[in-house]
């Protein structure tokens, strides 16, 4: 199984602040949505709490949360206790790759474990409180980047990178 994590970074790391998005760029938004489709998404209580109720669960994804929360409820989701549960549990359902989908301390617990890394780089820097955690450039390979420009709808220009672990599978 591919386990993979998809992020959208500000050059300084800055993933969010306030338990919230710190840009608004409707391009990554479906970007995010047509890569996650129809796979697993890991992700954190507290980032699970910051999608919109209307959004809850993500849908056309089965939304995994992981949680030190032993009595936590999420209505239609699978609760975990660690990122490994989490990994199991969609390994135990034949998932071919897998999406960890944040937050901060998510990522930071997932990294050692990823093969691929689906990183929206957005060309700015921005004050934040949750950062995505650094990787060593020397153990990736960049296998595709696409340029965004800014424009009517984006504040910001960024690029969507996918990065590969060397010698991985």
Same mark, same amino acid.
């Given at each position: 199984? /591919?386990?993979?994590?998809?992020?959208?970074?500000?050059?300084?790391? /800055?993933?969010?602040?306030?338990?919230?998005? /710190?840009?608004?760029?409707?391009?990554?938004?479906?970007?995010?949505?047509? #890569?996650?489709?129809?796979?697993? /998404?890991?992700?954190?209580?507290?980032?699970?709490?910051?999608?919109?109720?209307?959004?809850?669960?993500?849908?056309?994804?089965?939304?995994?949360?992981? #949680?030190?929360?032993?009595?936590?409820?999420?209505?239609?989701?699978?609760?975990?206790?660690?990122?490994?549960?989490?990994?199991?549990?969609?390994?135990?359902?034949?998932?071919?790759?897998?999406?960890?989908?944040?937050?901060?301390?998510?990522?930071?617990?997932?990294?050692?474990?990823?093969?691929?890394?689906?990183?929206?780089?957005?060309?700015?820097?921005?004050?934040?409180?949750?950062?995505?955690?650094?990787?060593?450039?020397?153990?990736?390979?960049?296998?595709?980047?696409?340029?965004?420009?800014?424009?009517?709808?984006?504040?910001?220009?960024?690029?969507?990178?996918?990065?590969?672990?060397k010698a991985t599978y």
């Open positions: 199984m /591919v386990i993979s994590m998809i992020a959208a970074v500000a050059t300084n790391r /800055v993933i969010g602040k306030d338990n919230d998005l /710190v840009w608004r760029l409707p391009d990554d938004m479906k970007y995010f949505m047509e #890569t996650t489709k129809d796979h697993y /998404v890991i992700m954190g209580r507290k980032n699970y709490e910051s999608i919109p109720h209307k959004y809850r669960p993500l849908p056309n994804r089965t939304n995994i949360i992981v #949680t030190n929360q032993k009595k936590y409820k999420a209505p239609d989701c699978v609760i975990t206790n660690t990122i490994e549960e989490a990994l199991d549990y969609a390994k135990e359902h034949a998932q071919e790759e897998v999406f960890v989908i944040g937050g901060g301390q998510i990522y930071a617990q997932s990294l050692p474990l990823a093969h691929k890394l689906y990183i929206t780089e957005v060309k700015e820097y921005f004050e934040g409180d949750t950062y995505f955690p650094e990787f060593d450039n020397r153990q990736w390979d960049e296998i595709s980047r696409k340029h965004h420009e800014k424009d009517e709808r984006h504040k910001y220009e960024f690029d969507f990178v996918i990065y590969k672990r």
